[in-house]
């Protein structure tokens, strides 16, 4: 069934959001058709899965791509499902419909078969995520390539990425006299822990509390790193909440469009082949084709996507069905993809503090409100290798009966009547959560390691999902290859630096812990604290990027080593795991791999004595403006007239109007039929004309086209010298100016379609001279007082602009030399 074109109702709902972000592949493919529009370009850069990290990586190549030089295709499996975040949204609303397995697990360990899995929409598991996102410190990045290592610190990625997810400022959302007391607490504790003991237990940017920094920096090191940005990014905009993907591609496919809409004549047909971006949901990826080293093709459940020769193809989603796919389309000559799989261990230990217990710090005050802290843990192993974990500590006023400290810091609606109700409460009781994270550490040289992703060939019911393998998946804690035992050595010093951490926070006093019967003096067993290995959705490693071939499965940039146009982005491609959420690390090795695949372009500056009027980018486009009939669009670099709709069109700049100068630009036509113009000194189209024979009169245009016609001059494009074969209508002339009486004119060598030409464009006084690739070809003098007049002599004349007439002919490197 062919995608509607307008939104469709449900039972319930207008689907406004949906059609207006997503595309059917039917529409994708119908842009590509170069036999139903000539103009069709092929989608060059497929992302497979719009979640979390495809959707950085989609809107980062769409924000760099300033030239437009390419078309970028999402293939999501699931429904768009949410534009938000669920924990902006009320806590009851919380979909499971979109979550899914599509893996297999092969281990005997229950929770192998408890996965959360994957969130089936636009945005993914972004959507879900609680919002966490501690730093890197240096030991966290010892085994990464050092390429890498120095563009994700000294090179700043990791601080855009911070920026992009909201933890780059200060969370001041949390503060108040609980904050501030809790802090402290923590803060004299830690710089007190006697020395020597094997775990360290430091702030977030890894600075010990010890250190001779300042007091109010090491306090801010123990404030929590939510992905919440709480302060404006600047004038006029407004704070993120929490981050997630699906706003992204939302603000990328909705640009996609309005540029389409400004670029393409006719119905949608014609501005989906203008989209530079379309982001197609229900697109279930079943397998990759290869030839050689190139993947040609990806089969999805709602057809195929050829990939051009230029084209790239990435990996983006989620661990183990990226690695699905790399290990059914390639050869895995080493055996190394679907090895190192890593994943974080995790424990919880929730107490309670009597309020009277932090003093008088909370006198007088009713309701205690909320505090998040965090602690950062370096293990050193008994070979002297470092493991990493940290503790997020949520703290929060309840009553008697209250248990969850983390209610009001995460799912609470900002609406009057809550306010209302908590003016009313009377905290007796301070609970606080901790919680521990630490990274497992991962097998790359056995060859059938512990914790892996295979391909599932021999599932009991032979080949699943449309006739593909699943992957199989196997994650353990207790490694036995690895002598030193770090999974579960750095597990132990993990709970033990929870338990001393929260004895810290009673100070002394009286501290209760919840266990599986209720409160209790004792700290909960190893097994009542700690979460099955698949309670998170951290899963990475699988992919790991390096410099050797035989050593890695992506290089430095994601690109798997084995194929040349395939890469992975996201956590998939970390070579060790660390303590943090891997969305910080993901989302900035993503961008990081964007940039490297689509570069910002660097225009080439300009001869001397010139100044681009349009350098290729989408900056200097915007300087331009259409009107009349058809269109412009900003295509791979260059501005391509868009004719249509029976009336010509007009292009011109509208920063500033010009006296004497001369303008350099180059020109590439389709077809020998094609027909343009370069219009010089003309009134602005904006206004209306005084009348050549009463000046007091002014003269409106339905089309201002023919402003630039009436009162500047076009230098002709055109080698049919259309409409009666006269070289005044013809490629570098003058049009409309007799020949020989009026120009003296030379017909250049003639243009050949596809091929860029220079043209120059001379005028001094009243003097026009016209040069095709250093040949001048009109030489004409205007004596005409009231056209062509110069922008000292007239300031609403004097302007530039292109014609857009009959075919698509291309322009670039506009530039300009005032005289």
């Known amino acids: 069934m062919p995608t509607s074109l307008v939104p469709q109702t449900t039972d319930f709902t207008l689907d406004v959001l949906g059609r207006y972000v997503c595309n059917g592949l039917d529409e994708a493919l119908a842009s590509t058709d170069t036999a139903a529009h000539a103009d069709a370009r092929p989608f060059d850069l497929i992302v497979l899965g719009g979640g979390s990290f495809g959707a950085v990586l989609a809107s980062h190549l769409f924000f760099n791509d300033t030239s437009r030089a390419h078309r970028i295709l999402v293939l999501e499996a699931g429904p768009f499902a949410l534009p938000e975040h669920t924990q902006n949204l009320p806590p009851q609303l919380n979909p499971g419909e979109v979550w899914g397995v599509p893996w297999n697990s092969d281990s005997p360990q229950m929770w192998n078969q408890r996965f959360p899995g994957l969130a089936f929409c636009p945005g993914g598991r972004s959507l879900f995520w609680g919002g966490w996102s501690p730093y890197f410190i240096d030991s966290e990045l010892a085994g990464w390539p050092k390429a890498v290592r120095d563009d994700l610190t000294a090179g700043g990625y990791l601080d855009t990425a911070a920026e992009q997810i909201g933890t780059a400022q200060t969370n001041d959302f949390v503060y108040g006299p609980l904050h501030d007391a809790l802090k402290k607490r923590l803060y004299d504790g830690l710089r007190t822990r006697p020395t020597g003991t094997p775990t360290a237990l430091v702030g977030n940017r890894g600075t010990p509390m010890t250190a001779s920094q300042p007091k109010a920096q090491l306090l801010r090191e123990l404030d929590a790193p939510l992905a919440v940005q709480s302060a404006s990014p600047r004038p006029g905009f407004f704070p993120f909440n929490k981050f997630n993907g699906i706003q992204l591609l939302i603000r990328a496919a909705r640009l996609a469009q309005a540029e389409a809409e400004q670029s393409a004549v006719g119905g949608s047909a014609e501005r989906d082949v203008k989209k530079r971006l379309m982001l197609v949901d229900r697109a279930k990826v079943i397998r990759l084709e290869r030839q050689g080293g ?370 350099r630009l180059q020109l590439r036509t389709s077809t020998v039929a094609d027909n343009s113009g370069v219009f010089v000194r003309f009134r602005d189209p904006k206004r209306r004309v005084p009348d050549r024979n009463d000046p007091t009169r002014l003269i409106p245009y339905n089309n201002q086209h023919w402003v630039a016609v009436d009162t500047g001059f076009e230098i002709q494009i055109d080698e049919t010298a259309s409409p009666d074969g006269q070289d005044q209508h013809r490629t570098g002339a003058v049009y409309g100016i007799p020949i020989p009486v009026g120009q003296a004119y030379q017909r250049p060598a003639p243009l050949v379609p596809g091929q860029w030409t220079d043209y120059e464009i001379e005028v001094r006084g009243n003097t026009y001279t016209v040069r095709l690739n250093g040949t001048q070809t009109s030489l004409f003098t205007n004596t005409d007082t009231w056209r062509g007049r110069a922008a000292t002599a007239d300031p609403a004349s004097g302007f530039l602009g292109l014609q857009a007439h009959t075919g698509m002919v291309a322009f670039r490197n506009i530039r300009i030399k005032e005289l």
């Not at 989302?587 to 500056?605: C, F, G, K, M």
Request: charged letters at 20%; proline letters at 7%.
């Open 294 to 663: 190139r993947i040609t093709r990806v089969v999805t459940n709602q057809g195929t996507v050829d990939v051009p020769a230029s084209g790239h193809v990435f990996l983006a989603l989620g661990t183990v069905e990226s690695t699905r796919l790399a290990l059914a389309a390639l050869p895995n000559q080493h055996g190394l993809i679907g090895r190192n799989l890593m994943a974080h261990l995790r424990s919880n230990v929730t107490i309670r503090l009597p309020r009277a217990s932090l003093g008088t710090a909370l006198a007088g005050i009713k309701e205690l409100a909320v505090s998040a802290l965090f602690v950062k843990g370096v293990h050193t192993h008994t070979d002297g290798s470092p493991g990493h974990f940290h503790l997020q500590i949520t703290a929060s006023g309840v009553g008697a009966l209250g248990t969850d400290s983390e209610a009001e810091l995460f799912k609470k609606i900002p609406d009057i009547d809550t306010l209302d109700r908590f003016r009313d409460l009377t905290d007796e009781w301070l609970v606080v959560t901790l919680r521990g994270i630490g990274e497992m550490t991962g097998d790359r040289t056995s060859p059938d390691p512990l914790n892996r992703i295979a391909l599932d060939h021999l599932g009991p019911q032979g080949p699943y999902d449309y006739g593909q393998p699943r992957a199989l998946v196997r994650l353990e804690a207790d490694d036995p290859a690895d002598p030193v035992r770090r999974n579960m050595a750095l597990w132990d010093a993990l709970d033990r630096a929870t338990d001393e951490v929260a004895l810290l926070l009673a100070n002394g006093g009286p501290i209760q812990y919840l266990g599986r019967g209720g409160w209790q003096d004792i700290p909960p067993a190893t097994e009542a604290r700690r979460d099955i290995l698949s309670s998170t959705h951290h899963e990475s490693g699988t992919l790991w990027m390096g410099e050797d071939p035989a050593s890695s499965v992506t290089d430095i940039w994601g690109r798997l080593h084995e194929s040349d146009n395939l890469h992975a982005v996201g956590p998939s491609t970390l070579p060790t795991i660390g303590s943090p959420n891997p969305m910080l690390s993901g989302v900035a090795l993503t961008r990081r791999t964007a940039d490297h695949v689509v570069p910002p372009p660097q225009p080439s500056a300009p001869e001397d004595g010139f100044r681009p009027l349009f350098d290729g980018t989408d900056r200097t486009f915007n300087l331009w403006r259409s009107v009349g009939g058809g269109t412009f669009a900003l295509v791979d670099g260059a501005i391509v007239s868009q004719p249509g709709g029976g009336e010509l069109g007009l292009l011109y700049y509208t920063r500033q109007n010009f006296s004497d100068f001369v303008l």
